[in-house]
């Protein structure tokens, strides 16, 4: 009996020894939309989570996607993009990433391996910057940052501490206001042109394109609960989706967005045309603020398709798909791409699934 009991609490002992030590991977894409959401498990593959609360802190062998009104990065990604009302990171980011957000922290802990982009209202630095950082902000704060490459700020309020170390130049407006000792930068003080001659500022901006990305929530919420077969039409349509039939979609939509106005512009040179015409272009409007939209839920879905196995929720497929693209359109140097692809594709898409039945007997 004590040799049993001995044999027992041995294997008590080496199981529990193993499950604690035993760390779970998921070896494809993951994602997750929640109200809450905290991701603990490894990953060799990218990430998307999207909630009310972000965090993770697992290790990502890939890119890492978060986006909420709280988020907090503590794990290791290849890439890095975040993006919420207040982030906080004090992970560590290999290769490139992009910062998005009203107050954001990079704290003491953290490691950006390579260049990093951040847009923001109020931004602090305490972490480790591996190379090159563009800020976008109304106010940056420096605390003990240790920054091995170049910093270019645009702010109107720059402060350092003098346990910051910046190995590069460091260039920033010449109207700011700025508290920095020139002993703390092994390059140069660069001035650039005065915040006063933009007409607003990337922060302004930010927070500009922030609720206008409420604002398509909101309008996509409605239209899924009061037209959810409009979407459906979407996923009916789109169902196989290749590079000639994305072609075919991006002609449509860039000959009715050329055709359009030149109809209505024929329209008001004719008295009995100016009522019509004035139809023309307020719909001729609304499908181009919708296209955004349509564009969002048809990238969602197609994600949703590839990498997901259970039922398509169609409010969270286009806060997914939305999401991703707002913050696409936030990356300086691709906005206008990205902007301009979603509305020419979405006028596409509104054609397809809606005008197009109007000429049918369906």
Do not use: C
């Not at 979609?249 to 050329?258: A, Q």
């Not at 990356?331 to 006028?347: D, K, N, R």
């Amino acid at each position: 009996m004590k040799k049993f009991i001995k044999l027992f609490l041995v294997l008590l002992v080496t199981f529990m020894s193993i499950s604690s030590v035993q760390a779970k991977t998921i070896d494809h894409f993951y994602g997750k939309i929640d109200n809450e959401v905290e991701l603990e498990d490894d990953v060799n593959g990218s990430v998307v989570l999207v909630s009310e609360n972000t965090e993770m802190k697992s290790k990502v062998e890939g890119v890492s996607f978060l986006l909420g009104n709280k988020v907090v990065f503590d794990g290791n990604s290849e890439y890095g993009v975040f993006v919420g009302n207040s982030v906080e990171v004090s992970g560590k980011v290999f290769k490139d990433a992009f910062i998005g957000g009203n107050i954001i922290t990079i704290e003491k802990d953290a490691e950006l391996q390579r260049d990093t982009i951040i847009a923001g209202a109020n931004v602090e630095i305490s972490g480790n910057i591996s190379r090159n950082i563009s800020i976008y902000a109304s106010s940056v704060s420096f605390k003990g940052a240790k920054i091995e490459g170049n910093v270019k700020v645009q702010a109107g309020m720059i402060e350092a501490d003098d346990k910051t170390e910046i190995n590069g130049n460091l260039s920033y407006p010449e109207d700011a206001n700025i508290d920095v000792s020139k002993d703390i930068i092994k390059g140069e003080l660069i001035k650039t042109d005065a915040l006063a001659n933009n007409e607003d500022s990337f922060a302004t901006m930010m927070m500009s394109k922030f609720w206008s990305f409420m604002s398509l929530m909101l309008v996509f919420a409605v239209l899924s609960l009061i037209a959810s077969k409009m979407f459906l039409r979407v996923q009916e349509e789109y169902d196989k989706f290749d590079f000639n039939k994305g072609l075919e979609t991006f002609t449509k939509g860039l000959v009715f967005l050329i055709l359009i106005p030149i109809i209505i512009f024929i329209l008001f040179l004719m008295s009995i045309g100016i009522p019509l015409a004035l139809i023309l272009l307020a719909l001729y409007f609304i499908i181009m603020y919708l296209s955004f939209i349509f564009t969002g839920y048809l990238l969602g879905y197609k994600i949703w398709q590839r990498f997901f196995n259970n039922d398509i929720n169609l409010l969270v497929v286009g806060i997914f798909g939305i999401a991703i693209l707002f913050v696409l359109s936030l990356i300086p140097g691709i906005s206008f791409i990205v902007s301009t692809l979603s509305m020419i594709i979405g006028i596409g898409i509104i054609y397809d699934t809606l005008l197009k039945k109007f000429g049918s007997d369906e």
